[in-house]
């Protein structure tokens, strides 16, 4: 739970606009540090459709495995 939070406390919702399916991925994270959230309102032709911060980073940041020895 968040600070000074507890479970009866009602849901804030925090209003975003959302942005277009052909903004690059740099602005979406963006908005999602300024309004502090883990999902994006995305339009997408005529659908709204919502991406995650799990999504865009798997888009933008590749893990290589490297074995290490002692």
Do not use: C, G, T, Y
Not at 27 to 43: D, F, S, T
Not at 56 to 68: D, G, H, L
């Amino acid at each position: 739970l968040a600070d000074r939070r507890s479970l009866e406390d009602r849901i804030q919702p925090r209003w975003v606009k959302p942005i277009s399916a052909e903004e690059p991925l740099s602005k979406a994270l963006a908005l999602m540090m300024e309004h502090n959230i883990r999902h994006l309102p995305v339009v997408s032709n005529a659908d709204i459709k919502m991406i995650d911060v799990k999504e865009i980073a798997k888009q933008v940041v590749w893990v290589k495995s490297k074995v290490i020895k002692f």
